[in-house]
């Protein structure tokens, strides 16, 4: 059974960092593109980073893109997200995805998804 756990989520002020975490696990993910969405109240999933199974390609949306960084560890199946100079517009729940294909994990059809880490941004 795969799993997907994110970890990391918290409050901050605004201009604050967290690292997020999101550990798979199940399964074999060799070759697979490794992202993140993310999801505030009202609104529809958005995508925010992916990066492919060897880390040579990178995609961020326009509004994280030089605040955030995406990353991996393949021998941990992990996948990261640095986020700095924190917004409040950036308050969300942060989803984990996991594809076989960088661009179907963009477009947000993925093949596994985690169940989510809170990240909360005063002003």
């Known amino acids: 059974q795969v799993q997907l756990v994110e970890s990391g989520g918290g409050l901050v002020q605004a201009g604050g960092s967290l690292r997020l975490s999101c550990a798979a696990s199940g399964r074999t993910f060799s070759r697979y593109a490794m992202g993140w969405f993310r999801q505030a109240p009202g609104t529809e999933r958005e995508f925010v980073a992916a990066?492919?199974?060897?880390?040579?390609?990178?995609d961020y949306a326009g509004s994280v893109k030089g605040r955030f960084t995406i990353s991996r560890d393949n021998a941990k199946n992990t996948v990261y997200l640095q986020m700095n100079s924190l917004k409040p517009e950036d308050t969300a729940l942060y989803y984990c995805?996991?594809?076989?294909?960088?661009?179907?994990?963009?477009?947000?059809?993925?093949?596994?998804w985690g169940q989510g880490t809170q990240v909360t941004v005063s002003s």
């Open positions: 990066i492919t199974w060897s880390g040579s390609i990178i």
């Open positions: 995805a996991v594809d076989g294909s960088r661009t179907d994990l963009v477009r947000g059809s993925c093949d596994y």
